[in-house]
């Protein structure tokens, strides 16, 4: 099985590149945003109590995101793969998504992370708010802050993976198809390793 994080910041392109992986590879598409407004639209046993955490301004504990991701593994059993979009956000989610998958037999295969200048990437994000319509892809400082928030918080991650040879850093600028081209190499090069 292909199962894979795509990572990158904010308007790196990880949705659009997402969608050209899960069509080529017929992987299974899993995003924590996805799965926090599923079990909260159901009001699942999950989601209430993850409504609980958001509704005191905290964030939602890691074993109730792999809680939810476990649920949806289960529920995906005939993939081809898996590709994690927006999880893991912590070294601590990346070591259980590890030994959750270890169980199931089916390990990462690897972490690719689209590497854009910041520049680029407030450029990219206020384009897509003029077209999207989300607030705070309109604000340049909103942006800045999250981009300094996936810098100190989220990046680490990316670090686990290259401590056990299972990254691969591309350069996320360009066209569409050649980003996708540069993926596809560097998934060549993680299934090598495995």
Known sequence: MLN??????????KGTQSQKLIEEFQLTHISTGDLFRKHLGEGTELGKRAQAFMDEGRLVPDQLVIDMVDEKLQAENNSHGIIFDGFPRTITQAKALDDLLNQKNTPITGMIALSVPDEELINRIVERGKTSGRVDDQDEAKIATRLQVYKSETLPVANYYEAQERYESIDGVGSIDDIYDRIKEALQKLQEKN
Do not use: D, E
């Not at 894979?4 to 392109?13: D, E, M, S, T």
């Open 4 to 13: 894979i994080v795509l990572f990158g910041p904010p308007g790196a392109g």
